[in-house]
């Protein structure tokens, strides 16, 4: 099987650059590796010669177009398609029990990895202490790994059949962040197929901030996109609503003491004034473009 890895990345060169030399030790290589980012000044260094090919797709800005574009540029080239962060690391067998799972299970359609540490939830990790982590997987193999069924992919790591994607592509109505762009995309494949998440296939997803939208946007997006994507029907409301709900929560008792590393005041602002916007029937998650 032909597998490709695309990472849409964007103001993180060095990180990137790292992730490319991680691949290369992979315990089963990628066939294709693509870049997908606005312009070459968010690609790394020119590399040492790595053991697969690298391509660079430039021109399209915000995760659901540069994901979109990395798809069309593997179109028919490959079997199997996995979604990497800039940010993510995975552990030396990752690929490699990738194509185990889909090769074993054929009912499978959307196989996502388990983050055993997500910076993403936190004040983030180091490249350095995130490769500590994924050092001491690699010595600690499991033969059996539970899976899980799930409603979406979290997109830091997920691979997909790609004769099951067709003409889907990621809904480039939730720009820049995207915000669940990833669930999404991947809950649309469930009627294809099962979507799962298997703990075997392991990484560390740093959770880096840079590059990230401000909390304003990322407010307004915690509360737009999910009744956007209720409306539109392809995610359910009962997953959905309770997330929302909760990032307002957290959001709101938060602001009184944020933490250092989430701008918890401006997520809120955003939350509130996509509520003002709900009030009015308005929902356009494009709208985060002129905050």
């Not at 070459?40 to 659901?64: E, T």
């Not at 009912?107 to 993403?120: I, K, L």
């Not at 003409?167 to 494949?189: A, H, K």
Request: aromatic share 8%; glycine share 8%; proline share 4%.
């Amino acid at each position: 099987m032909k597998l490709a890895v695309i990472i849409a990345t964007l103001g993180r060169r060095e990180i990137v650059g790292r992730l490319l030399a991680e691949l290369a030790r992979q315990d089963r290589l990628p066939d294709q590796v693509v870049l997908s980012a606005p312009d070459a000044s968010h690609l790394p260094d020119k590399n040492p010669a790595l053991p697969f090919k690298v391509d660079h797709v430039l021109g399209r800005h915000g995760s659901s177009a540069q994901r979109n574009a990395g798809l069309d540029f593997v179109r028919g080239k490959c079997d199997i398609v996995t979604f990497l962060d800039d940010d993510f690391i995975p552990a030396r067998d990752y690929l490699d029990l990738v194509e185990e799972a889909f090769s074993k299970v054929p009912a499978w359609v959307v196989v996502m990895g388990h983050a055993v540490e997500d910076g993403a939830r936190n004040a983030g990790l180091t490249w350095e202490q995130g490769m500590v982590i994924v050092e001491d997987l690699s010595r600690h193999l499991f033969e059996e790994g539970r899976v899980r069924r799930q409603v979406g992919a979290y997109g830091c790591n997920m691979s997909i059949r790609a004769h099951a994607i067709g003409d889907l592509r990621f809904d480039e109505r939730l720009v820049l962040y995207g915000w669940q762009e990833d669930i999404d995309f991947t809950s649309q494949l469930r009627q294809r197929g099962e979507v799962v998440e298997v703990d075997i296939i392991r990484g560390v997803h740093l959770g880096i901030k840079a590059g990230r939208v401000s909390g304003t946007r990322f407010g307004y997006s915690q509360v737009i996109n999910p009744v956007y994507l209720v409306r539109k029907g392809t995610v359910p409301a009962s997953f959905l609503v309770p997330l929302m709900l909760r990032n307002l929560a957290a959001n709101l008792l938060k602001s009184f003491r944020p933490e250092p590393y989430i701008d918890r005041r401006g997520r809120l602002r955003g939350n509130l004034l996509a509520l003002a916007h709900l009030l009015r029937g308005r929902i356009e998650p494009e709208y985060v473009i002129k905050l």
